[in-house]
């Protein structure tokens, strides 16, 4: 039972299952002994009840069953409920500490309850999809071994065999690339993967992919299967149509004109190479940072109000911290220019931002070297596109990003990596050569992006042992390692492994995304903190000294409680 309204001789009572709500009706004439027994119902009872349907006399258009409500004749109690910690129809000022204690409750909440119904209804249609593709679900192994996906594994002791440990997967990727070995074809898999990060709004220390892996493929085959399943959610669970094919950018292209590899295609606002401000008699160090290769990025905005002072500031620092030598802008209202970018260039500067024909805009313009200035312009245009409302989350804005570099430098890990992981296999023409420049080798990888957030990625895997091989050494992984790690998935590769490649999807964001939510805790029955722990259950616990010593693990110092 949600909510009690009495009326005189009336007692309404808004009656809650799964599928919503429908109004009981007691009525003191109709059955005086229902009406006398009423009060005893409170927030929360579970009830079963009998009585007759009827057509209401003041029907509630916001309710399915608005236009109904049933007299009761007779009604049992199944249970009695405590008075809830949390509101169950409506929460403010609730933390999420508490939300996630009592998650049972939060989840009684209707846009809770309907973000996870539609989750299901996700997961069905997708299942549907890849059935219906001929794909097969095959499931993989939880206890296993280090998968790098460029995050920290989850251990598990094994007590069998002691000081040896378990890794929880990063995701199925090894596996799945076995199961090609093996002939299958086509497999996916919804399934949980596991990885220790630190959390930030859109991650989860256990999340659910949605893993795909087929044979005999190709890029192109991989875009056709994907865009026909989106087209296929988002039909049979929300009635949009998908525009397809879903548009192709490169990666190259991506960070040229959006200064991203995740770009937000809901509104144009491209960065623009200002290389041509160099001939507009620029200040001196400007011109010397050019002839240096340095470049002149910029953003046109169509608008002059909603970009204030503050906001500037703040765009000056953010590009200063990101490397730029210098944020700087320029107005026009009503024909008249000002700006301090207007004192950095000379004169002509008026007549280059004319042939635009706008009359009232602000330009932005970041300078420095090119690999600083583009994604700080990207962070900027995604911060302008927020100002002037521009991300309405109605409006979805499908992209696949293509052809990433093969290997990056990590700052962080001070060494060579690979952009999506080491089995990712280099474009044709890099295949013999890419360790030449490995910086400038292209893959046959891709993501999937939606509205500015990454849903997925993947690529055409190596299927050749010699290739590979000569992946992991411009990695710097030494042999010995190379052989402890990666010594099955080599010796694998070497009996008749077929040219393969996939996919993998976070569900968590697919739904979050669909459903609106800020954030993948929304769309996860039960999910952890931001600091991995479960409030509900207490986990993560501290274990008996007899179950540790079981496992041979001996603790120096024990915290906690
Ligand atoms: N295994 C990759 C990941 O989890 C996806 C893929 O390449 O299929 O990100």
């Known amino acids: 039972m949600q909510i009690k309204r009495e009326h005189g001789g009336v007692v309404f009572v808004d009656l809650r299952d799964r599928t919503g709500i429908v109004q009981l009706v007691f009525n003191e004439q109709y059955s005086a002994k229902c009406f006398r027994m009423v009060t005893e119902l409170k927030q929360e009872y579970v009830i079963s009840a009998f009585g007759e349907v009827r057509r209401r006399e003041n029907p509630n258009p916001e309710l399915q069953t608005g236009n109904f409500e049933v007299w009761v004749d007779e009604y049992t109690v199944l249970n009695g409920a405590k008075t809830p910690p949390i509101g169950v129809t409506k929460q403010s000022g609730v933390s999420e500490e508490l939300r996630l204690k009592y998650r049972y409750l939060d989840l009684r909440r209707a846009k809770m309850r309907e973000n996870i119904l539609m989750r299901h209804k996700i997961v069905n249609s997708i299942r549907g999809y890849l059935n219906e593709m001929g794909y097969i679900d095959i499931e993989t192994p939880f206890l296993t071994k280090s998968t790098p996906e460029g995050a920290r594994d989850f251990l598990v002791p094994s007590r069998l065999n002691p000081a040896r440990f378990y890794a929880l997967p990063q995701s199925p990727q090894i596996f799945k690339q076995l199961l090609m070995v093996a002939g299958f074809e086509k497999y996916y898999q919804i399934v949980r993967c596991f990885r220790d990060e630190d959390l930030r709004a859109d991650r989860q220390p256990e999340f659910t992919q949605i893993d795909i892996e087929a044979s005999f493929i190709e890029e192109e085959d991989i875009y056709r299967l994907i865009d026909g399943m989106f087209t296929k959610v988002l039909g049979d669970c929300y009635g949009i149509s998908l525009e397809t094919p879903v548009k192709r950018l490169s990666y190259d292209t991506a960070m040229e004109?959006?200064?991203?590899?995740?770009?937000?295609?809901?509104?144009?606002?491209?960065?623009?190479?200002?290389?041509?401000?160099?001939?507009?008699?620029?200040?001196?160090?400007?011109?010397?940072?050019?002839?240096?290769?340095?470049?002149?990025?910029?953003?046109?905005?169509?608008?002059?109000?909603?970009?204030?002072?503050?906001?500037?500031?703040?765009?000056?620092?953010?590009?200063?911290?990101?490397?730029?030598?210098?944020?700087?802008?320029?107005?026009?209202?009503?024909?008249?220019?000002?700006?301090?970018?207007?004192?950095?260039?000379?004169?002509?500067?008026?007549?280059?931002?004319?042939?635009?024909?706008?009359?009232?805009?602000?330009?932005?313009?970041?300078?420095?070297?090119?690999?600083?200035?583009?994604?700080?312009m990207g962070w900027i245009r995604q911060e302008m596109a927020r100002i002037l409302g521009l991300t309405q989350k109605d409006n979805l804005s499908f992209c696949w990003i293509t052809d990433f570099p093969l290997f990056e430098w990590s700052e962080e890990e001070n060494k060579i990596v690979s952009v999506h992981h080491p089995f990712t296999s280099p474009k044709e023409k890099d295949i013999e050569v890419f360790e030449k420049d490995p910086f400038l080798a292209k893959s046959k990888s891709y993501d999937f992006v939606l509205n500015g957030i990454e849903l997925g990625g993947g690529s055409i895997r190596i299927h050749r042992n010699d290739v590979q091989k000569r992946v992991f050494s411009v990695l710097g992984i030494e042999d010995d390692e190379i052989r402890k790690k990666f010594g099955f998935l080599l010796e694998a590769l070497q009996y008749g492994a077929p040219p393969h490649g996939g996919i993998a999807f976070g569900l968590d964001r697919i739904v979050m995304m669909l459903q609106k939510e800020e954030s993948i805790r929304d769309?996860?029955?039960?999910?952890?903190?931001?600091?991995?722990?479960c409030p509900l259950t207490g986990a993560p616990d501290a274990v008996n000294i007899s179950q540790l010593s079981e496992l041979g693990i001996h603790l120096d110092e024990v915290t906690g409680e």
């Open 257 to 376: 004109c959006y200064g991203t590899d995740r770009p937000d295609l809901r509104y144009e606002m491209e960065i623009r190479d200002l290389f041509s401000f160099q001939t507009l008699n620029p200040k001196e160090f400007i011109c010397e940072g050019f002839e240096k290769g340095k470049r002149l990025y910029g953003l046109l905005v169509d608008k002059t109000e909603g970009v204030t002072r503050k906001t500037l500031d703040s765009f000056t620092d953010f590009a200063k911290k990101r490397g730029a030598d210098l944020f700087t802008w320029m107005r026009c209202v009503k024909g008249e220019e000002s700006g301090p970018m207007m004192k950095l260039f000379g004169s002509g500067i008026k007549e280059e931002v004319r042939k635009e024909g706008k009359s009232d805009f602000t330009l932005l313009a970041a300078f420095g070297v090119k690999q600083a200035v583009l994604p700080a």
């Open 523 to 533: 769309v996860i029955p039960f999910p952890k903190t931001a600091k991995g722990t």
